[in-house]
């Protein structure tokens, strides 16, 4: 196991990790250092010391500003210890990817490292530093294929091209083998859609092929469109589509067995992929957003008299539902929790 040292100026470490475990889960063996005024250069090594103590755990310390005190602290503290190092520059990103990698069999000092300085340098961007203006109805590249498969096949079904996606009727009849369709490893509601804890956590643990976010709304907004692409994991091919889309591509046998993810906004939009044929093992229910004349049923889940009825639907079809924030947090059958709350009777 590595011994993980977040060192920061002020109180910012502790806020890091709360943060970071947000998102990825919690981790054991990590360890918050504040730095105070009026401290010095050796409190920081008795902090760092009475952490290790006599531990032969490698050593990983993540610190805010190179040359800064923690990080010359640490320096000092790693400099006759082969297997520890010091990483300066720490963000929320680089402790996304560090906590993931931690949790893996075989896990390295040197490989940590690697994670670190790579994800420390990537999640650092700007939304339009940079870019090019696009034209019009431009379309991203991530998702053209699977946009223009789907469109493809509904044109073939004799549909008006010119029909608004979000009200795209699906032809009941357009080819559906259940043994040339895409593998769904998981379907998440999120109102979110895509955002670290999926695209930090899920993708991660899921590894799939390719994200898509089924939503309508979504599909037909450029600029949320564009910001959800953007946010998509380096991993997987991430994609933006509407519902009746997302069906299609699921029965397209060009995407036989791709191993996929999908997130969608509500349970209700769950429902429609469900009643449509989209085969799962469970629904995740991560997080739905608070909103009034809703009922909080968990830290991050509301549910109001429409989503309950979308639940007991898809319970009625035979599809678990599970609660579950991250891979790391517990997991709770969604019907048994509207019981308790006394929301089912």
Known sequence: MVCIIIAAHGKCA??????????????????????????????????????VGESTDDLLLLVDLFGGSPFNAGARFVADRDR??????????????????????NVTL?????????????????????KPPKPPGHKPPADQSMAESAN????????????PESEAVIDPNFPRDPNATMDIALL????????????????????????IAACDAA??????????????????????????????????????????????ESPMDALRLLEAGVTVDEVNVGGVTFKPGMTLISEAVSVNDEHIAAYKAIHELGVPLVLQQVPTSSRTNMMTKLKEKGLLS
Request: no cysteine.
């Open 14 to 51: 502790p806020a890091l990790i709360d943060s970071a475990e947000m998102i990825a889960g919690k981790l054991e063996n990590v360890h918050a250092v504040t730095f105070l005024p009026g401290q010095g250069p050796e409190d920081l090594l008795e902090e760092y010391g009475n952490i």
């Open 188 to 211: 998440r509601i999120d109102s979110r859609l895509i955002h670290g804890q999926v695209a930090g956590s899920w993708v991660n643990h899921v590894a799939p092929k390719t994200l």
């Open 219 to 264: 599909a037909n907004d450029e600029l949320r469109k564009s910001l959800l692409l953007q946010v998509g994991p380096a991993s997987a091919r991430t994609n933006v589509l509407d519902i009746a889309k997302t069906i299609r591509v699921y029965f397209n046998p060009e995407y036989k067995g791709m191993r996929t993810m999908i997130v969608v």
């Open 110 to 130: 040197d490989k940590l490292v690697g994670k670190a300085l790579k994800a420390g340098a990537t999640g650092t961007r700007a939304l339009k530093a940079g």
């Open 84 to 105: 520890a190092d010091v990483v300066s520059g720490v963000n929320i990103p680089m402790l996304i990817e560090v906590f993931t990698a931690a949790r893996r069999p």
């Open 152 to 163: 493809q096949s509904s044109q073939s079904q004799g549909q008006d091209d010119q029909q």
